[in-house]
């Protein structure tokens, strides 16, 4: 049903997003990430954009507001819009 030939690729993401809450298997993991700045600006725009699932948006905006309180030098520029984050400026 979802490998057919013209469904649409956010539809196939919706419904495998939302199958996988109820899967046996969907229990929750840790986890242990590096960045640098730039890779962690883009990370965070990328990861709170409105397509994105929501787990990963709220979890992503948590690391937005926690990066914004530690540098505000270099996140301080989000304005965060529909809960997804927008640097004013694209070079830091």
Same mark, same amino acid.
């Given at each position: @049903?979802?490998?057919?030939? #013209?469904?649409?690729?956010?539809? =196939? =993401?919706? =419904?495998?997003?939302? @199958?996988?809450?109820? %899967? &046996?298997?969907?229990?929750? !993991? #840790?986890?242990?990430? !590096? %960045? +640098? $700045? /730039?890779?962690?600006?883009? !990370?965070?725009? +990328?990861? !709170?954009?409105? #397509?994105?699932?929501?787990?990963?948006?709220?979890?992503?905006?948590?690391?937005?507001?926690? @990066? /914004? %309180?530690? %540098?505000?030098?270099?996140?301080?520029?989000?304005?965060?819009?529909? #809960?997804? *984050? $927008? &640097?004013? *400026?694209? =070079?830091?």
């Amino acid at each position: @049903m979802l490998d057919e030939e #013209g469904v649409p690729f956010q539809e =196939k =993401k919706h =419904k495998t997003s939302f @199958m996988r809450r109820f %899967a &046996p298997e969907g229990v929750g !993991t #840790g986890l242990v990430w !590096t %960045a +640098n $700045v /730039r890779s962690l600006r883009h !990370t965070l725009e +990328n990861r !709170t954009v409105p #397509g994105a699932e929501e787990e990963i948006r709220l979890l992503f905006g948590r690391i937005g507001e926690i @990066m /914004r %309180a530690e %540098a505000p030098d270099l996140f301080g520029d989000y304005e965060v819009e529909d #809960g997804a *984050w $927008v &640097p004013k *400026w694209r =070079k830091v």
